[in-house]
């Protein structure tokens, strides 16, 4: 069983598209992050959400858009794709806020066209 | 802002070898910890320091949390091929919502038969 599951793995997708990143987690934990990682790997933090509520917003522009139905899963809706978007984004969960042991999904290949 | 540089970027060893590697800040922080990412995957939280001057293994991996709060080392002895992969030290000031973890640059680490 995956623990933090995110789907899909590769997203291919022409400039001004809207898309959806899925990640779901089956560890139990109350807090959920999406990261963004850089052609040069560097990993920033963009959203934390702790059981459903928002807690960290990284001046991430708002054509991004987190959505926590549960605190098992944290979605992301791109509004207006742009080329500068290209990344790999990754969701992770802590079992809460204040832990810093995260266990991080396999990630998704956005690249945008 | 805070940001943790790592060194070396990246690494080429034989296999057997032992490696070294830091992670420096100008800033203090109350927990350090190490990561690795496999090609293709999420990273995945190998060993966590929470003392000024702790020094804790993990199998053939050796990590300290520096004296001055301001830097991490990594040590992994007897390399092995499946070694391979990026290592991120990892920091955060305290335990509270809204203090993110950071992440160090990155060093990439490759293993020679």
């Known amino acids: 069983d995956t623990a933090v599951s995110q789907t899909p793995k590769y997203l291919v997708t022409q400039m001004g598209n809207d898309k959806s990143i899925k990640c779901e987690q089956n560890?139990?934990?109350?807090?959920m992050y999406w990261y963004k990682q850089d052609s040069k790997k560097f990993l920033k933090i963009m959203f934390s959400?702790?059981?459903?509520?928002?807690?960290i917003n990284e001046t991430v522009p708002n054509r991004f858009s987190p959505k926590s139905p549960d605190k098992a899963h944290l979605n992301l809706h791109i509004n207006s794709l742009e080329l500068g978007d290209s990344a790999v984004y990754f969701c992770?969960?802590?079992?809460?806020?204040?832990?810093?042991?995260?266990?991080f999904g396999s990630g998704t290949q956005l690249s945008v066209l | 802002g805070q940001q943790l540089n790592q060194s070396p970027q990246s690494m080429f060893i034989q296999e057997g070898e032992d490696v070294s590697m830091n992670c420096t800040s100008s800033s203090i922080f109350n927990t350090w910890l190490w990561y690795k990412q496999d090609p293709g995957e999420g990273p995945v939280l190998l060993i966590a320091l929470y003392k000024a001057g702790e020094l804790t293994s993990n199998g053939r991996l050796t990590a300290q949390f520096g004296i001055t709060r301001k830097d991490s080392f990594l040590n992994i002895s007897a390399s092995i091929p499946s070694d391979v992969g990026i290592y991120f030290c990892a920091a955060t000031s305290s335990p509270s919502d809204t203090d993110k973890l950071i992440f160090g640059t990155g060093t990439r680490l490759q293993v020679f038969p």
């Open positions: 560890l139990g934990h109350d807090t």
């Open positions: 992770a969960s802590s079992w809460d806020s204040s832990n810093e042991k995260l266990f």
């Open positions: 959400y702790n059981n459903k509520e928002l807690i």
